[in-house]
């Protein structure tokens, strides 16, 4: 298939193709190439080849193919530049030739039905470890910036930069092969690819930083790709929870943004704005998983929370003793900060702000999220409650100094002024 074309395409044009094609061609760079970082340079080569030529010349019939292909031959040319690797060249063009038919008529494995889902089971390899899979894929197919997978593993950024150079190396010191993998594989890479999905709508659901509070494109990237999942792995009590759980947060979309961008907290979102149909098909995908025989994911207990939440008519409605019992499974399954900050917040509905906040406290003082933003929120909303007024303001103005997304500094802003 000849990689040429005649379609004309101004530099927007360009740059959407760069944007669906990035991922699919630095996976493909990565396995011929068998090193990261020059499998990024040689993308990143290739799109700025495109950015020149394309304008003039069209796109090609086949983007990705000439992106590969121009990115595999500027690699070439990188490593005949450094004499310390001029042994890797033989080596690389008999792989590249035997590879050329694959890199110009690359087409996506039948078995996924999806570009996108089959790069993320490819990426999530075994031989790295499980957060330096989700951490690699969502930095690099999925195009989340490094503050993002930051936010996403609660590090700081400069954490996560160096554990992203390192998983590059063992990638590159370690030769590991980044192959489509073969069905009989799937379940040793599931639990990394559900830990990207969720993690990208996450990212969707409430942004890391910007203007705006959601990134609904993401979320809607993230349940399409739980419902590939579920008709990849049918019965799987696990992706049925996770799919559950995106569909009954996202149900709740319209409500969560007044008309001028500011948040609205659960208590005082319109119902009638929910998305009931997707309420109804997340509250069966949830029945379906937890009567599945075996052990329960933490996807499924969330994704039960989520539904106390949206099966009430009206906010006093909500069981909130069920829904402390079920962050307590939750700890026990899957215990992270923001579990028990979530635990603790729920707690104080049942048992009073007080109790709530020696939990608070208590996760503050064993670190690792002590500077969160979220936390100190939460502390804050319990001090009003208990008549610490001072307190309150001063907690509210340490969560206004760590939060990055607009809407949510907004909020903060007007907790302090009523105080």
Same mark, same amino acid.
């Given at each position: ?19 669906? %094609? ?29 950015? %020149? ?120 010191? =370690? ?27 996450? %990212? ?8 705006? *509070? ?51 907290? *659960? ?35 969330? =994704?039960?929370?989520? =539904? ?66 979220? *936390? ?23 969560? *206004? ?19």
């Amino acid at each position: 298939m000849s990689v040429h074309g005649t379609i004309e395409a101004d530099r927007d044009t360009v740059e959407e193709v760069f944007r669906r %094609e990035a991922a699919r061609v630095l996976a493909t760079l990565i396995r011929l190439l068998g090193d990261f970082s020059l499998a990024e340079e040689a993308r990143q080569e290739a799109f700025a080849a495109a950015v %020149e030529k394309w304008p003039s010349q069209g796109i090609p019939a086949n983007p990705s193919a000439w992106l590969i292909q121009t990115g595999r031959n500027k690699a070439i040319d990188t490593i005949r530049r450094e004499a310390v690797f001029r042994t890797k060249v033989v080596d690389l063009e008999m792989a590249s030739a035997a590879a050329e038919s694959e890199t110009t008529d690359e087409m996506p494995d039948e078995t996924f039905g999806d570009d996108r889902l089959r790069l993320i089971f490819t990426c999530c390899h075994p031989a790295l470890g499980g957060e330096a899979q989700v951490a690699l894929t969502l930095r690099e197919v999925c195009g989340l910036s490094t503050p993002a997978v930051a936010r996403a593993f609660l590090v700081s950024e400069e954490t996560m930069a160096q554990r992203l150079v390192r998983a590059k190396k063992k990638i590159r010191d =370690a030769g590991i092969p980044y192959e489509t993998p073969g069905p009989s594989a799937l379940d040793q890479r599931i639990d990394g690819v559900l830990a990207v999905v969720y993690a990208v709508f996450t %990212e969707g659901y409430a942004a890391s930083d910007g203007a705006n *509070l959601m990134n609904a494109e993401l979320c809607l990237e993230a349940i399409r790709l739980g419902r590939l999942l579920d008709a990849l792995l049918p019965d799987n009590a696990t992706v049925m929870g996770l799919l559950a759980l995106m569909l009954l947060h996202d149900a709740r979309r319209d409500a969560r943004v007044s008309a001028a961008g500011d948040v609205v907290l *659960l208590d005082h979102q319109n119902r009638t704005l929910w998305n009931h149909g997707q309420i109804d098909e997340g509250l069966a995908l949830v029945d379906r998983s937890l009567r599945k025989p075996g052990r329960v994911s933490h996807y499924s207990v969330e =994704a039960a929370i989520a =539904a106390l939440h949206v099966r009430p008519k009206e906010k006093d409605a909500t069981d909130w003793r069920q829904i402390v019992g079920l962050y307590e499974v939750l700890l026990r399954l899957h215990s992270t900060p923001i579990v028990e900050l979530n635990h603790a917040v729920a707690v104080s509905m049942v048992d009073g702000p007080e109790r709530a906040l020696d939990l608070v406290d208590s996760l503050a003082a064993r670190g690792g999220v002590k500077d969160h933003h979220l *936390l100190h929120a939460a502390r804050a909303n319990l001090l009003v409650r208990l008549g610490r007024t001072d307190e309150a303001r001063e907690a509210y103005g340490m969560s *206004l100094k760590g939060a990055k997304l607009e809407p949510e500094r907004r909020l903060l802003a007007k907790r302090i002024a009523e105080l």
